[in-house]
């Protein structure tokens, strides 16, 4: 039996009815964004959670056009897949890009990197917040889910941020039924997630389902890498192999897309999304357990950076 | 077998040390929801942070559920999180309220999206000496909020019953009194279950320690409940959407399409409808759902409408079958049980903002005319003189609400989209309270 075939006939095969629920569920928080805010935009890192909510996005507007800009943070350590990804992708949707590029704040000097190579993955929270200032944008949709981190379990689906993009989780809005409360005050915004509800596992099937296109780094390819602590650290200019380590030729793909500086593959052969369901159901480790060496430094990571505006 | 049903979203009410957060762990542990860093963590955590709550040589699975840092630290957990498990049959959302301080407004902020509530009795609080066994305030509040949030299926899982040895007698005692204070509350039938969250009986696998008890695990009974999302069947079914947001057709700058959520009852190409308050009337020519074209919209789809002429709508109008047009008795005054979120009290009299569908008006609370004890679960009238007393956080009441113009409210039991209201402080924007429509029939 083809893995292939294993999937078809897998009793984990999401049903239709299992994935229309979340479909409607994220397309209704959508046509709120929509409808409620004055400058709403969706935030696209051409990771396969934020091109489901582009997919999403654009249901949810048509047969409209999508009312919204995409806006990409540019930490300038990029998987050059990743990018022409992008490119491609804006053209044929004829969408509106805004991009955010971490450099643009090195030279404003509102980050300052304590030395060249070092991860960019937590200095973006600067530049989303300086572009959420300049486009005035009053709701920013993501694509965070729950099930990746425990400080992402008590998030809301419309998240409440001041004018310093915190997120206060001790004072966070009820939120109640679908009567989301969408009052703002002056340069308050909210960051909005229509696919809290859903796992790692849905979201691939979704892929599956509906032939979503993400970058091909997604999918096995041969790449060279250096075994790291349990972690295979792709060797890129920005993340050479260290004195004694030995470089070696795998067959990998990525589970998760972001900076360059703190992102791993795991091994695979999975070449489409349906390959990637069968992979994810026999999965041991979490997401963001097996791929990101940020989240590996402390348990409570992700809740510090949340506080300080992350996402 | 494939996952045939739709996701099913259950709270569990629980108070400190009932056992909440292992039946959880045990869940997502038995179900393998849970990765190989993740507990790695657990192991790390587990006789460190609580040893005394922990047990040699096991895994603490309360840890599961335990997110933030500040919660780790003081060993409390902070706000509802949501926790997610798949089986071969079903995909399950849990929201896992805290059962200390906050309780009514983390209950009642997960109850709202909740289609079970199952009800954790802790078997080891209850005095058995007594002819007639009491059940603690906690239980009688679980109950009552659940009751009034309208969740239509119940499930009492009585828990450690390790400590009691399995106790037969005991469990049918437990269940007797629930029983009383279902009846007193007017809840919906339940099925009651032993367990041991901490051992694992009765969780995920009948248990050879329970085989005096025919019924299913708790997981079998939530992967065997049905869903209807209908409304109750009591009023003529008739459509209504609440108006999202209006778009235009990219190929067909004249042809606008309307878009919301399928409520109460389905919605079908060739319906007259009515667009609430305008009044305009039109026929549905076109309906498109996230799947594709469709000639009838199901309860729950988010549909977008091309109607067969141009009329004004826009967000925050109601788009109803014409049939509807009778039933709506559109008012400007309700009575409602409302659950203050607020750590700020209510002043009777002050506008508030309320949102209703998808419109925002400005709504006072005008009197308060009972409160709900939460410690017996019985309705007091408030005392002589009392009217304009405050609301505090986590209180519920029934009260009278002005709206400042009319708009189609129903029973909060006939219809969840029309029935329910969210009150927002003006100055803070707050959420401040969950309101519940109640309407005479």
Not at chain 1, 41 to 51: E, T, V, Y
Request: aromatic fraction near 6%.
């Amino acid at each position: 039996m083809t893995a292939r075939d294993a999937f078809l006939t897998s009793e984990f095969r999401a049903s239709d009815t299992h994935l229309n629920w979340l479909e409607d569920e994220a397309i209704s928080i959508l046509r709120e964004v929509f409808g409620a805010f004055e400058r709403p935009a969706i935030l696209c890192s051409c990771g396969k959670d934020s091109l489901v909510v582009l997919h999403l996005a654009m249901k949810a507007a048509a047969p409209g056009k999508l009312p919204v800009p995409i806006v990409h943070i540019d930490t300038g350590h990029n998987f050059p897949e990743v990018i022409s990804f992008r490119e491609a992708l804006v053209a044929r949707h004829g969408l509106q890009l805004i991009v955010g590029h971490l450099d643009d704040s090195i030279r404003r000097g509102t980050i300052r990197l304590a030395h060249p190579l070092e991860s960019r993955n937590r200095h973006q929270t600067v530049t989303l917040l300086e572009t959420i200032e300049a486009n005035r944008f009053d709701a920013v949709v993501g694509g965070a889910r729950r099930d990746e981190e425990k400080a992402r379990a008590k998030e809301r689906v419309f998240s409440h941020r001041d004018s310093f993009g915190q997120w206060q989780p001790r004072a966070q809005r009820p939120e109640l039924w679908n009567l989301y409360n969408t009052q703002l005050a002056p340069n308050e915004n909210f960051r909005v997630f229509p696919i809290s509800n859903w796992t790692e596992l849905d979201v691939w099937n979704y892929i599956a389902r509906e032939n979503i296109e993400l970058p091909s780094i997604y999918y096995t390819h041969r790449r060279e890498v250096i075994e790291r602590s349990g972690l295979l650290v792709p060797v890129t200019d920005i993340t050479p192999p260290r004195e004694g380590e030995t470089v070696v030729t795998r067959d990998v793909r990525f589970r998760t897309v972001g900076d360059i500086s703190c992102t791993c593959p795991v091994a695979s052969t999975a070449a489409n999304a349906h390959d990637v369901v069968i992979e994810t159901i026999a999965a041991t480790n979490s997401e963001r357990g097996a791929t990101r060496m940020d989240d590996r430094a402390n348990d409570s990571a992700m809740e510090r950076r949340k506080k300080e505006g992350y996402f | 077998m494939t996952i045939s049903s739709r996701p099913l979203r259950f709270i569990t009410c629980g108070s400190v040390d009932d056992g909440k957060s292992t039946l959880i762990g045990r869940l997502l542990y038995d179900s393998k929801a849970l990765m190989i860093d993740q507990l790695d963590s657990l192991a790390r955590h587990t006789n460190s942070a609580r040893g005394a709550r922990s047990f040699t040589g096991e895994l603490d699975l309360s840890l599961i559920t335990d997110g933030l840092e500040a919660e780790r630290e003081q060993g409390i957990t902070i706000d509802v999180a949501y926790r997610y498990f798949t089986t071969p049959k079903r995909k399950f959302i849990i929201a896992d309220a805290p059962g200390h301080e906050q309780y009514t407004r983390n209950m009642v902020t997960g109850a709202s999206k909740s289609d079970v509530a199952v009800i954790l009795i802790d078997v080891t609080k209850v005095d058995f000496t007594q002819n007639e066994i009491i059940l603690l305030p906690q239980t009688k509040r679980h109950a009552a909020i659940a009751g009034l949030l309208g969740i239509r299926h119940l499930i009492v899982a009585v828990n450690k019953m390790d400590a009691i040895a399995f106790d037969e007698t005991k469990f049918n005692r437990v269940v007797d009194a629930f029983t009383q204070i279902a009846a007193s509350l007017a809840l919906p039938p339940f099925a009651a279950i032993p367990i041991s969250a901490l051992r694992g009986d009765g969780v995920v696998a009948h248990s050879e320690n329970t085989s005096w008890f025919n019924g299913a695990s708790l997981l079998a009974s939530l992967e065997a409940i049905e869903l209807h999302d209908s409304g109750t069947g009591q009023e003529q079914p008739h459509s209504l959407v609440a108006v999202q947001y209006v778009t235009r057709d990219a190929a067909d700058d004249h042809r606008r399409w309307i878009t919301g959520d399928v409520a109460d009852a389905a919605i079908a190409v060739g319906d007259a409808i009515r667009v609430f308050p305008s009044g305009a009337q039109a026929v549905v020519a076109e309906l498109s759902t996230p799947r594709g074209s469709v000639a009838t919209a199901k309860i729950g789809e988010a549909v977008a409408i091309a109607l067969d002429r141009q009329v004004d709508v826009a967000r925050g109008d109601w788009i109803v079958g014409s049939k509807l047009e009778t039933a709506i008795a559109a008012s400007q005054q309700a009575s409602a049980v409302i659950a203050w979120l607020d750590t700020t009290p209510l002043v009777v009299g002050r506008r508030l903002l309320a949102r209703h569908g998808t419109r925002w008006l400005p709504a006072r609370v005008s009197r308060v005319e009972r409160r709900l004890n939460l410690q017996t679960a019985q309705w007091n009238l408030p005392s002589a003189g009392s009217e304009s007393a405050t609301v505090s956080c986590n209180e519920i009441v029934e009260a009278t609400i002005e709206f400042a113009s009319n708009i189609p409210l129903a029973d909060y039991s006939a219809s969840q989209t029309r029935g329910a209201i969210v009150l927002v402080d003006p100055g803070t924007h707050a959420t401040a309270a969950a309101g519940m429509i109640r309407v005479e029939k």
